[in-house]
């Protein structure tokens, strides 16, 4: 991300090239915006992107349950897991 220098700092190319590549050595994606009005448009598609593939099934089933209902309700959950990658659009 592009920012103006700080007051009295003037970064130079190579200790900016620097800092991209340690914070890619750990994995980070650096994005150079030029337009600050962009980051907002930039942030939506990452968080699209990586909760998009994020989903938490939850149930629950009483104590008193039979063991039959528990396999059964265990097996739709199970399912549900499994299918819900392949699932477009959603």
């Not at 900016?16 to 994995?27: F, I, P, S």
């Not at 699209?48 to 959950?77: H, M, N, T, W």
């Not at 897991?81 to 959603?90: A, R, Y």
Request: net charge negative; charged share 30%; glycine share 6%.
């Amino acid at each position: 991300m592009n920012r103006p220098p700080l007051a009295g700092f003037q970064p130079t190319a190579d200790r900016h090239a620097l800092w991209v590549e340690d914070l890619q050595r750990y994995g980070i994606q650096c994005v150079e915006v030029n337009e600050y009005e962009k980051v907002d448009e930039i942030l939506r598609a990452i968080e699209l992107r990586l909760a998009g593939r994020s989903v938490f099934v939850s149930g629950s089933l009483p104590d008193s349950a039979e063991l039959d209902q528990r396999r059964y309700i265990e097996g739709i959950a199970r399912e549900v897991g499994v299918s819900l990658p392949n699932i477009k659009n959603v």
